[in-house]
């Protein structure tokens, strides 16, 4: 049950945040940049791949081991660790390989998800220690 709640909140939380971002911000940071890059709609099945495999990766290095550390701390620390390298590793490899990728939108987009990683980290380990002081 801890697993699953924090699965769904982290799914919850970082899907949501990242459809924000990508509404609201998207376009204006990656459209004039590496616009001839991009498909003209998003391809489904490899956002949803993403979308329900990131999670996984946010409870098992961040929100597991802050449980069993008891902190919230830990949560935003390892969610912020996690996001920040998962999401260098696209980027970096991009800047590297890509003619028309560029130093801002890797700095911006590591930090954004870096950011993103924390906040559903720790909102993933708040929903489980919710959830267990309901059962106790």
Do not use: C, K
């Amino acid at each position: 049950m801890t697993y699953l709640a924090a699965y769904i909140t982290a799914f919850l939380v970082f899907g949501i945040v990242d459809l924000l971002w990508l509404s609201l911000l998207g376009a204006a940071l990656y459209r004039p940049i590496i616009g001839e890059l991009l498909a003209p709609s998003v391809r489904i099945a490899p956002a949803v791949v993403f979308y329900l495999a990131y999670p996984i990766g946010l409870v098992v290095f961040a929100v597991l081991p802050a449980l069993r550390e008891d902190s919230v701390v830990s949560a935003v620390r390892l969610g912020f660790l996690f996001g920040a390298l998962a999401y260098a590793t696209y980027d970096l490899t991009n800047h590297a390989t890509m003619r028309v990728w560029s130093t801002q939108i890797t700095v911006i987009d590591i930090a954004y998800g870096a950011f993103a990683s924390a906040v559903a980290s720790a909102l993933a380990y708040y929903a489980v220690t919710l959830l267990v002081a309901r059962q106790a």
